[in-house]
């Protein structure tokens, strides 16, 4: 689904990734579910573009329903995949401490689990081979992604600033819509492993400039990254 100029989602409200073409190439952030790589190959169909031109995926943190189909990705096409150092053993492994659940309703948790059945979430492979990346650093992909450290929701959880085309990718250092109890609006993310540091990581986000907020999971937020950190703050 195209969002702007150079800006495409991949998924829903439920699960999203994000597809940024430019003319140099393509930088994916985040590879959703398994299932999400049919989405891939018909978003990159409608563009008229091979999956060859894309020269990285960076993911915002090592969690499964982020990872999908970034394996398949290295394997079938080469395709180099990024991380934060502090969560390259989780995207390796699959390893996670366990988190309280929080609330839920049965609906929207079942809707989760039930769209993550249906693409293939059981079978999400590990990553094998990650390029671990650091907080401040500018990647060498089309757009020149900033890698934002906001640990909390995983030790290295990140954000993805990509000036070219206004927009900075979060993963789960928020949410506009909270997969186990259905509520849109800005808020904390579920499954966070320390949710005070992840309010915390909050102040790196908002001194972003950027139109577009764009997280794992819920609805894009058409403004400023200031202006959802204050969000988040307020209903937390
Ligand atoms: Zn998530």
Do not use: C
Request: proline content about 8%; cysteine-free.
């Amino acid at each position: 689904m195209k969002l702007a100029p150079h800006l495409h989602r991949l998924g829903n409200d439920i699960v999203a990734s994000y597809l940024v073409d430019l003319p140099e190439g393509i930088t994916l952030i985040d590879a959703g579910l398994p299932g999400h790589w049919h989405d891939l190959r018909r978003e990159l169909a409608e563009l008229g573009r091979p999956m060859s031109d894309i020269r990285g995926l960076v993911l915002t943190h090592g969690d499964s329903d982020h990872i999908g189909f970034a394996e398949r990705l290295r394997r079938e096409a080469g395709v180099p995949v990024f991380i934060h150092a502090d969560d390259a053993h989780r995207v390796r492994t699959g390893e996670k401490p366990k988190t309280p659940m929080g609330p839920a309703r049965l609906g929207p948790t079942l809707g989760f689990f039930a769209y993550g059945i249906r693409k293939n979430a059981l079978r999400t492979a590990h990553v094998s081979e990650v390029i671990e990346v650091a907080d401040g650093a500018v990647l060498d992909l089309p757009g020149a992604p900033v890698v934002i450290g906001m640990p909390g929701h995983s030790p290295g959880s990140i954000a993805v600033h990509v000036p070219a085309v206004d927009a900075a990718f979060v993963g789960d250092a928020l949410t506009t819509r909270h997969v186990l109890t259905g509520r849109t609006g800005a808020q904390p993310a579920p499954f966070t492993d320390e949710p005070a540091e992840a309010i915390d990581s909050l102040d790196r986000l908002a001194a972003v400039s950027a139109s577009w907020v764009l997280p794992g999971h819920g609805a894009p937020w058409r403004g400023s990254p200031s202006d959802i950190a204050a969000a988040v703050r307020a209903s937390a």
